[in-house]
């Protein structure tokens, strides 16, 4: 259990949940297209028609012809059905006119109602002669069998819900004969009934077949069943008969395998079907010029052109007769025209088929694009992603319609393109939970330590926030209360005061520093440490970092006045809160620290070092801001820079500039900084050129000025190493820097 727990974190962490989560997904799907419930399979079904709409069967030849028993036939010779040797003038017409053979798309289920034998007996007043005379004519059914036997002519049979009758299996039937597997019957459409035709006109006809047509789920017609069972028997289409008997082809034979029928074979030709026995019809758009009026042809007004070798069909278009059927190219497609378009299909060679192993190309794909999803997309930013996306649908609906446009196979598109989709999504939702989390657990981070505007950049752009560490260039602040354990020592029996004294000066303090755009690293009691240019960028790190420095003497002096206030009503002690801070610009290296139980967003570094120690000089020098050089450069400008000294801090090598910030750019056009800032720079010059006295004159000249009790205590310290070093002068080489002694 514990080994089983350890693989899966393990897994979480070197894959993550989403992508184990998409792995399952692709297995569901696998799945679902191996069921085939029936909302893939009309989904599957759509696309093929969208192709069919966009790409239709291009005519290239005209070899069927429709009789059609319009209504324009059944306004001239009454209701239908017609007396049968009418059927036989029809037939007799079209052999006359040269038709190939003759296929019919009705049946002739009943012996004709007008059959001599029959009106005479069930006609009122008739005289025993003349009824005589009627019963010793041939009956219309003798009549269209002679008509049969003198053509081609293939009869239609239909499939029925329920046994009528049982079958006579004295009459012909065509041969079927199976290659492969056996048992493939069982995949073939089965119906319980069969109707025939009436056995006198049945048994002289050149061939017979069902002109039942199996609609899908949405009533459209896209398949039409080639090889079918009926009553227990195994019998062709109506259209597949016809290609038999004018191919020749005395047996006809289906080829099979493991997973059901894959085609049919005649002479000469092998039509692809479906598991089922179907076959996918290549549909044409809607042909009116194939079509005759059964009335034109009774009259003999029918051009030749329009019969001689021709396979004719006879049908009907009539809305009453209720044989109008839906296709993907059509809504209203006589059921006779769906026979047509079969044959003209099989004849053009123009036939689409889906292949038996186009369910293991859609499954490929899925599993190829799903998994290169799985294993990119996380990685790629929005506009990849999209992008990526697009090329994935792209691929998928190009191979697609490669396969209809240049080898006419069906080979379906969406199964892949849902799966991968639902795969994307899957990803850009864990994105966008792991985005919301991350979102949170910044503000969470960086609330109390950054501005709420910052804080709302970063959690919209994360990306922008490295934990894992980055080197940056970055301003670094430290700041200290002087004297602070004195001042807490008068708490010692109120440390609920000193709490609250605590808060009163670091509250202004930090709002100060993140007002501008600092990030609060820690507080160590009364001390601060905060940087800037990190986490976000922050073009103007020095000069922001420096008017936080600046902005925080003025609250103090603020807190000092209440403060001071408060002592006076109260009668007790007032201790002034005196700051010193420290601004260093350098590398640092910056990101989340700490360890396995506890975290902080740190940074560390020479430069974080450097500051620290400027401010812990502060005192010394009698600023309460000192900035290193790259800070005073940057700052220049906006703030009034003293240079103070050339140190070496303990533990560096490199001596380092430093400068005190003494106001902003109001006190550094003043007269009075610029004469304190001139004799500076003169008693610095002196100072690093060995001139102990010129310097020592600078210091009286300066002490002499106004404003002089600014820099009284930088002269005292001068003084003192000048004393120092006419004692002891200083060794060759000398720069002028020197060793601080503490850190």
């Known amino acids: 259990m514990k080994r089983l727990k350890i693989l899966r974190r393990w897994f979480a962490r070197k894959f993550g949940f989403a992508r184990l989560m998409c792995l399952a997904l692709l297995v569901v799907f696998a799945g679902a297209r191996l069921w085939d419930p029936p909302p893939i399979q009309e989904l599957r079904l759509r696309t093929f028609d969208m192709f069919q709409l966009i790409d239709p069967r291009h005519k290239t030849a005209r070899p069927v012809t429709i009789v059609d028993i319009d209504d324009k036939s059944l306004a001239k010779l009454g209701q239908w059905p017609w007396p049968r040797t009418r059927i036989a003038d029809l037939i007799q017409n079209l052999t006359s006119h040269g038709a190939v053979a003759i296929g019919f798309d009705v049946v002739f289920s009943e012996a004709d109602r007008l059959n001599p034998d029959l009106v005479a007996s069930d006609m009122r007043y008739l005289d025993d002669a003349t009824r005589a005379k009627l019963r010793e004519l041939p009956s219309n059914d003798q009549i269209l069998s002679e008509a049969i036997k003198r053509s081609r002519v293939i009869l239609g049979e239909t499939g029925q819900r329920a046994i009528s009758s049982e079958v006579d299996k004295s009459l012909p039937f065509t041969g079927v004969a199976t290659v492969g597997e056996e048992g493939a019957e069982r995949f073939l459409f089965e119906f319980p009934g069969l109707l025939r035709n009436v056995p006198e006109i049945e048994k002289v006809a050149a061939g017979r077949g069902l002109f039942s047509i199996k609609t899908e789920r949405d009533g459209l017609i896209r398949r039409v069943p080639m090889i079918m069972r009926a009553q227990g028997m195994v019998m062709p289409s109506l259209s597949l008969e016809i290609l038999r008997v004018v191919t020749g082809t005395p047996t006809l034979l289906v080829r099979t395998d493991k997973t059901g029928v894959r085609a049919v074979r005649l002479k000469g030709v092998e039509i692809p079907t479906d598991r089922n026995g ?159 989390r991350q979102r949170v657990q910044i503000r969470g981070m960086f609330a109390q330590y950054m501005s709420p505007v910052l804080v709302e950049q970063l959690a919209q752009s994360p990306e922008k926030l490295v934990l894992g560490g980055e080197e940056r260039e970055m301003t670094i602040m430290f700041s200290d209360v002087r004297g602070f354990t004195t001042i ?147 700052a220049k400008d906006e703030f009034a820079i003293l240079e103070l000294d050339f140190i070496m801090v303990k533990g560096k090598t490199e001596p380092e500039v430093i400068y005190a910030i003494a106001g902003r750019a109001d006190v550094m056009h003043s007269g009075a900084f610029q004469r304190l800032r001139n004799v500076t720079i003169e008693m610095l010059a002196c100072y690093r050129s060995r001139d102990w006295q010129g310097a020592l004159d600078a210091i009286d000249r300066g002490r002499r000025s106004e404003d002089a009790d600014t820099l009284e205590k930088l002269f005292k310290l001068y003084e003192v190493r000048i004393k120092e070093f006419q004692v002891n002068p200083p060794p060759e080489g000398w720069t002028g820097a020197y060793a601080l002694l503490t850190k």
Request: glycine share 8%; net charge negative.
């Open 278 to 436: 179907q076959l996918w019809v290549h549909y044409a758009r809607q042909d009116p010029s194939i079509y005759v009026s059964a009335a034109d042809v009774l009259d003999n007004t029918v051009p030749p052109n329009k019969i001689a070798g021709k396979l004719v069909l006879i049908g009907t278009s009539a809305v009453g007769l209720n044989d109008i059927k839906t296709t993907p190219v059509s809504s209203t497609m006589p059921g006779v025209e769906i026979h047509a378009q079969v044959l003209e299909s099989v004849l053009s060679g123009a036939v689409i088929s889906q292949p038996n192993y186009a369910l293991g190309v859609e499954l490929l794909a899925a599993l190829v694009i799903g998994l290169l999803v799985i294993i990119f997309t996380p990685n790629l930013g929005p506009v990849r992603l999209v992008l990526a996306g697009a090329t994935f649908a792209a691929i998928l609906i190009g191979v697609s319609w490669f396969f209809y446009a240049q080898h006419r196979y069906l080979i379906d598109f969406t199964y892949p393109l849902l799966s991968t989709t639902a795969i994307y999504l899957t990803l850009i939702f864990a994105s966008f939970v792991r985005e919301q």
């Open 488 to 634: 807490s020592e008068t708490y010692k029996h109120d440390p609920q005061g000193l709490i609250a004294l605590m808060n009163r000066f670091l509250t202004p303090l930090t709002d100060v520093i993140i007002d501008q755009k600092g990030y609060i690293d820690k507080y160590m009691g009364d001390a601060i440490m905060a940087f800037w240019n990190a986490p976000l960028d922050d073009a103007e790190h020095e000069v922001n970092a420096c008017e936080a420095a600046i902005q925080m003497l003025e609250k103090i002096d603020a807190v000092n006045k209440d403060r001071e206030q408060e002592a006076i009503d109260g009668g007790h002690v007032y201790i002034p809160l005196n700051v010193g801070i420290g601004l260093n610009t350098g590398i640092g290296v910056v990101g989340n620290m700490g360890s396995d139980l506890k975290k902080n967003y740190s940074v560390l570094g020479d430069s974080v070092n450097l500051a620290s120690r400027l401010e812990g000089q502060s005192k010394e020098y009698g600023f309460p801001i000192i900035v290193g050089s790259r800070t005073a450069l940057a």
